[in-house]
């Protein structure tokens, strides 16, 4: 599904990729963009060391994710990585297989947008 939001937090860089926290406020459905807000930790597959720069808090994108329920760990002693996702605001996960798919569509605000160039 095409998701539309605010960038929470600047993209991290992981192994496989580059991850961020995304404020959904709209989701694209029967060719129409719907209010739908939530939280979603998404994952970016590939090489991204020249789009990863443009994934600066506060800016607007969209991208076509794939959307799932984080994975519960039942082990003794293991925390729930699940639950801390959705302490932090993120219960959703999901999935881009590339960084050319994310849009940059607005800048942030300009406070946002200071700090995250300093």
Known sequence: VRVRGRLLSDASPAPYGAQFPLWV???????????????????????????QPAWRAGRTVSVPVTLRWPVHYRNPGVPDGARAMARRG?????????????????????????????
């Open 90 to 118: 993120t219960p959703l996960a999901g999935s881009v297989k590339s960084g050319a798919l994310v849009v940059v569509e607005q800048p942030g605000r300009w406070w946002d947008e200071q700090a995250a160039s300093a």
């Open 25 to 51: 406020t709209e989701v694209e459905l029967d060719g129409g963009w719907h209010p739908l807000p939530g939280g979603v930790m998404v994952t970016v597959g590939g090489t991204l060391r020249d789009a």
